[in-house]
């Protein structure tokens, strides 16, 4: 059994910080791929960054310049630094990570966490 587990969200002013955590516990082999995706009202869920398991990295464009992912292989954790926040930033943030399960051979398969709540505003 994997659980991705977030921590980290909340309420801040525009222009504002916050950073994302989130851990992988749980019978793992190994994390590859991770990242972060986000959901506002009525809208689809949308990828925000992603991170390789050597720390390549791609970012939306709208993100770009003001948050930065980051990892930690040891602890399996991937991390979001979100600066110069903006209302339109405001969504239910999702952990996603592809795992080897430990004993499933080298397959990996997606999880997801159960998501923190960033509101942006004034």
């Not at 239910?92 to 795992?99: D, P, R, S, T």
Request: glycine share 12%; net charge positive; aromatic share 10%.
């Amino acid at each position: 059994q994997v659980q991705l587990v977030e921590s980290g969200g909340g309420l801040v002013q525009p222009g504002g910080s916050l950073r994302l955590s989130c851990t992988a516990s749980g019978s793992i082999f190994r994390v590859n791929a991770m990242g972060w995706y986000r959901q506002a009202p009525g809208k689809e869920r949308e990828l925000v960054s992603a991170i390789s398991r050597v720390g390549s990295t791609n970012y939306r464009d709208s993100v770009k310049g003001r948050f930065t992912i980051s990892r930690d292989n040891a602890k399996n954790a991937v991390y979001l630094q979100m600066n110069s926040l903006k209302p339109e930033d405001t969504a239910v943030y999702y952990c996603h990570a592809e795992v080897v399960p430990l004993g499933l051979g080298l397959a990996g398969y997606e999880y997801w966490g159960q998501g923190t709540q960033v509101t942006v505003s004034s």
